[in-house]
């Protein structure tokens, strides 16, 4: 886990205006509709708001969902931009016409709301809405003091408006999910934070200090190494947008509504938004501790540089690991409270959706290495009518989705009864003091395609590596750690190795040193190992005993792999299931002259290129 500095949880914002405009709502209506249900969905395929005006579109693509049932288990709708609550009311009703064909279909209705703070920037004056328009203090202030086209999470306006916003699309669509769009954020292209006068003022209360724009922005974006205050600041800005979020849960209360509620995240590696999204979690959670879900992911919008795959699910790796930790803690008001996140769902993104973006096949291929990541189900792009494709090809999209659905359900499952294991950088603990709010390191992309098993920093990680950035973030407490050449007694991790030497497209001879060097430090523990000369990305899933539960191969190669020897320690059975979105078939596990008690190998003959399988261990065909 990043152990950069813990964020207090922030509660209700403090001025939530009630409205009686959508209260009239019959609370038995949530009921009848079953929202709110438990468990939460293995597959979402949501839809743009263009569709909601074509319902003999929607109806053909209930024809292609009839054609291959459970392959998807919710719908995400979208009412349109930036309306007035009465507005996206009267949207709501038009996406709600769809219920009874999805309720026929055992498909859940669920909204994803597509704008939150706002996507765009625009430096020549906060542009107005179609339908609605804003005060100027409810507008974003950049560093220098300009307007922007993005809304301020600590706005009185803003606040009151997105909650009765959400109270009007919980009130007519009543639907089982809730997602707040990925632009609840305070940077990724943007300013990094708010600097209007109103959280300037906050921010100064809060830090006891007295700066002005143009002296925290100095500090903040200056070149010096580190400075505390950017860790002040991310912190700062983690609260700001848990204070938004909260109207939603506010808005959910007020009408006794169990719909479940989530966010979609973007970069894990980007600190400007906090640390962590623990106070915006606990925002969405509430006081009764609600589980809340989550959705990482972010960019990969076409299959033209397939190692995007990589890059992009090792953010969701963090993301992940880092939210397990959420989700095994306890309100400290309610220590036996269920767990605070009970969904990490990937998010596939081709949007708009255009069928030339990915092929079906690559969807498939990148969902189940972000399974192998960290997420335990999946949410995909699809249709969007204001860009049509051929009906046929969303009937082919379903056919490989029902197809590689019980390969989803065998890898999601592994998922949560485990941590993704390997080889992990060491991040410091000044991380979010360092210029750039950027978590980000290309060493651990370049080992990852190499070959070598890579996770994030966590209980699970077999070995940690430094770098030149690792070093920058490091305070004297994270070195007196280190004796020795590797971690001191008591600390978590016992071993540390050198990857100085290795290159982005290292020497055979010099990632085979590198594995040797694990093996050493690892005493042989080091879950897996492939010697075989081909870029792939391992991602070993290990118990809580550290036994090894399944390993996910991604062929990285235009070609295939011809036979691959996988040398695999502590698996928790000898009996394995090889299985992909499109294969499942059981494969020997055996021991070798010489190995160690606790050491298998398992043969694969081909992956083919750019494919992906798992090695379940102590599972069999169903």
């Known amino acids: 886990m990043n152990p950069a500095n813990p964020v207090n949880p922030v509660g209700k914002t403090s001025r939530v205006v009630s409205s009686a405009l959508f209260m009239s ?33 929607f109806e053909k693509l209930m024809e292609c969902h009839r054609r291959h049932p459970g392959a998807c288990d919710e719908f995400w709708f979208s009412c349109g931009l930036r309306m007035t609550p009465e507005g996206a009311a009267d949207a709501a009703k038009k996406v709600a016409a769809f219920r009874p064909l999805c309720e026929e279909a055992g498909i859940r209705l669920s909204y994803q709301q597509g704008l939150t703070l706002g996507h765009g920037v625009s430096h020549h004056g906060a542009p107005k809405s179609r339908e609605q328009s804003f005060p100027d203090d409810a507008w974003r202030i950049d560093a220098d003091g ?55 003022a906050a921010f100064n209360a809060k830090t006891g200090g007295n700066w002005t724009r143009a002296e925290l922005a100095k500090r903040l974006f200056s070149g010096m190494p580190r400075d505390p205050l950017r860790a002040e600041w991310a912190a700062f800005n983690a609260e700001s947008l848990a204070i938004y979020a909260a109207t939603v849960r506010a808005a959910a209360d007020e009408l006794g509504s169990p719909c479940r509620l989530g966010y979609q995240a973007i970069w894990a590696d980007s600190t400007y938004n906090g640390c962590d999204f623990r106070p915006l979690l606990e925002a969405l959670s509430g006081p009764e501790r609600r589980p809340v879900g989550i959705r990482p992911g972010a960019s990969f919008y076409i299959e033209a540089e397939p190692r995007g795959m990589v890059e992009k699910c090792l953010s969701v790796a963090r993301e992940a690991e880092r939210t397990r930790e959420c989700g095994a803690s306890r309100s400290p008001s309610r220590q036996d409270g269920p767990p605070l996140v009970a969904s990490v769902c990937y998010e596939q993104e081709t949007y708009p959706r255009h069928v030339l973006h990915k092929s079906p096949g690559a ?34 999209f379903l056919r490989t989705l029902a197809e590689a659905r019980p390969y989803f359900g065998r890898l999601a499952a592994s998922t949560r009864r485990t941590r993704l294991a390997g080889l992990a950088r060491f991040v410091g603990s000044a991380a979010c003091e360092t210029p750039g709010f950027d978590l980000r390191d290309c060493k651990d992309f370049d080992l990852a395609c190499a070959g070598v098993p890579v996770t994030v920093a966590g209980p699970a990680a077999s070995a940690y590596y430094l770098t030149d950035k690792s070093r920058r973030e ?41 594995l040797d060097d694990l093996d050493a430090a690892t005493g042989g523990t080091f879950p897996v190992r492939i010697d075989e000369c081909r870029p792939l990305r391992i991602l070993p899933r290990v118990r809580e005993d550290g036994r090894l539960d399944s390993v996910t191969i991604l062929n990285l190669s235009i070609g295939g792999t011809d036979e691959l020897r996988v040398r695999v320690r502590r698996p928790v059975s000898r009996r394995a299931l090889l299985q992909g979105p499109k294969m499942a078939v059981p494969v020997a596990v055996s021991c070798e002259p010489g190995a160690a008690p606790d050491e298998a190998v398992v043969r694969i003959s081909d992956i083919p290129g750019w494919q992906v399988a798992t090695l379940f261990f102590g599972e069999k065909d169903d």
């Open 25 to 57: 709502v019959s609370l038995a209506a949530f009921a009848l509709n079953g929202a709110g249900a438990p468990d939460w969905p293995l597959v979402v395929i949501r839809h743009t708001s263009a569709l909601n005006d074509a319902p003999e579109v």
């Open 363 to 396: 969807i498939m291929t990148e969902c189940a290495l972000a399974l192998a990541s960290g997420c335990d189900s999946l949410s995909l792009y699809w249709y969007d009518h204001a860009a049509p494709e051929p009906i046929e090809e969303y009937d082919r």
């Open 146 to 200: 300009h307007r922007l086209g993005l809304l301020c999470p600590r706005s009185p306006f803003v606040l009151d408006y997105e909650h009765e916003f959400a109270k009007a699309i919980l009130s007519v669509l009543r639907p089982d999910s809730y997602w707040l769009d990925d632009d609840l954020r305070l940077g990724a292209w943007k300013p990094q934070g708010c600097f209007c006068d109103r959280c300037l």
């Open 474 to 514: 490091m305070t004297d407490a994270d070195k007196a750690r280190f004796s020795g050449g590797g971690f001191a007694a008591g600390t978590p991790v016992p071993a540390l190795v050198d990857v100085s030497d290795i290159e982005k497209y290292p020497l055979a001879s010099r990632r085979a040193k590198l």
